[in-house]
């Protein structure tokens, strides 16, 4: 077994209806599950913040969701409330067939630091322990799904690529939110790094 299929956020705050809704965020949960049922390990990563938490743009006083702020590790898009440990947006979408899990990693827990990336924080430093689970199971090739494909999923796939991984995103199934044209910047941050985009 050398292969890991990553599947990225795909809870119910990303999806229609969600406090961070990214369109057609739910098209993809039936497509994801026929390439768990196929793949030789499954590794899900749930969003999982405090309520106070500093991406939220609620934390900070007259501030609006999607508003860019300077913070100690660089530049934090503010969010909206989301995925709030415990809460049904939290949840994963209630179609994904989480039984198939060998994994679920929670990022994002803690208060002062955004976490996009299944493999480090936002500060690029402080690790997740994923790495070390892959190598610990001899997987050397990832694939990635979920969402949002600019955010989380691209960022993983980079994180996974400068740590010598192969990585592969299946862009038929995520989705992104393009943010001031944050997906296509993402396809060219992820090609240039090596990442197959396929």
Known sequence: MTKALIVIDTQN???PGGALAVAGGDEIVA???L???EAEAVILTQDWHPADHTSF??????RAPME????PYGPQVLWPDHCVQGSDGAAFHPALDTTRADLILR???RREIDSYSAF???DKKTSTGLEGYLRNRGITALDFVGLATDFCVAWSA???ARLGFEARVLTELCRGIDLDGSLAHALDDMRAAGVTVA
């Open 68 to 71: 860019v702020i300077e913070a």
């Open 57 to 62: 743009a609620s934390q900070h006083q007259g």
């Open 158 to 160: 980079l994180d996974a």
């Open 35 to 37: 390439r768990m049922a």
């Open 107 to 109: 990022k994002g827990f």
């Open 31 to 33: 497509g994801i599950n």
């Open 13 to 15: 705050d990303f999806c």
């Open 120 to 122: 480090f924080e936002n």
